[in-house]
T-cell receptor, first 113, second 117 residues
Framework: KAGVTQTPRYLIKTRGQQVTLSCSPI?????VSWYQQTPGQGLQFLFEYFSETQRNKGNFPGRFSGRQFSNSRSEMNVSTLELGDSALYLCASSFWVGDEKLFFGSGTQLSVL | AQKITQTQPGMFVQEKEAVTLDCTYD???????LFWYKQPSSGEMIFLIYQGSYDQQNATEGRYSLNFQKARKSANLVISASQLGDSAMYFCAMREFLSGSARQLTFGSGTQLTVLP
């Protein structure tokens, strides 16, 4: 069965632009969470959705937002990009929030110039 | 205080030998789960093993086992019979269940494992 699919794989943007990243969870999974990974800060939690509702939110500015659709696919949006937003953005899916089986996608590598 | 601590930034192991990657955690909640993930250079986080705080036995998944010492708050990953393909970054993570509500995963800083031929 297909794993977690994240698109695009790579993105290059300039400061001030906005970007939308997409995540398609494993079939049947209804929980999707997003993480930012940088060499300096490591892996940091952004937000988690279940059945189209945001269940948990990390400590990121309001420029970072997300949503989940009725088919469980999720998108995250970053507006007014800053150089520090350059990171690998990872999406993970599971059947429900708190499920021990949590599977990640390959990530979207965002570079902000 | 750091919730997850991985004190070994890098580790080397000879092929076919066993290796232990350290992880200690900090929580006051009695209900939590501990995870180990492997991240090769491709970037994908690969789930390896899970241990619930109420699980009586140490978790095992093939060549991976989790040495869970609750009193010491440690959850070390043991990889037996190392293979060259095991070379990767390994992350320990914890999910707390505060008042019955699942919180997000908190990750450690990772250990870069290199398997030598």
């Amino acid at each position: 069965k297909a794993g977690v699919t994240q698109t695009p794989r790579y993105l290059i943007k300039t400061r001030g632009q906005q970007v939308t990243l997409s995540c398609s969870p494993i079939s049947g999974h209804r929980s999707v969470s997003w993480y930012q990974q940088t060499p300096g800060q490591g892996l940091q939690f952004l937000f988690e959705y279940f059945s189209e509702t945001q269940r948990n939110k990390g400590n990121f500015p309001g420029r970072f937002s997300g949503r989940q659709f009725s088919n469980s696919r999720s998108e995250m949006n970053v507006s007014t990009l800053e150089l520090g937003d350059s990171a690998l953005y990872l999406c993970a899916s599971s059947f429900w929030v708190g499920d021990e089986k949590l599977f990640f996608g390959s990530g979207t590598q965002l570079s902000v110039l | 205080a750091q919730k997850i601590t991985q004190t070994q930034p890098g580790m080397f192991v000879q092929e076919k030998e066993a290796v232990t990657l350290d992880c200690t955690y900090d929580t006051s909640d009695p209900s939590y789960g501990l995870f180990w993930y492997k991240q090769p250079s491709s970037g994908e986080m690969i789930f390896l093993i899970y241990q619930g705080s109420y699980d009586q036995q140490n978790a095992t998944e093939g060549r991976y086992s989790l040495n869970f010492q609750k009193a010491r708050k440690s959850a070390n990953l043991v990889i037996s019979a190392s293979q060259l393909g095991d070379s990767a970054m390994y992350f320990c993570a914890m999910r707390e269940f505060l008042s019955g509500s699942a919180r997000q995963l908190t990750f450690g800083s990772g250990t870069q494992l290199t398997v030598l031929p």
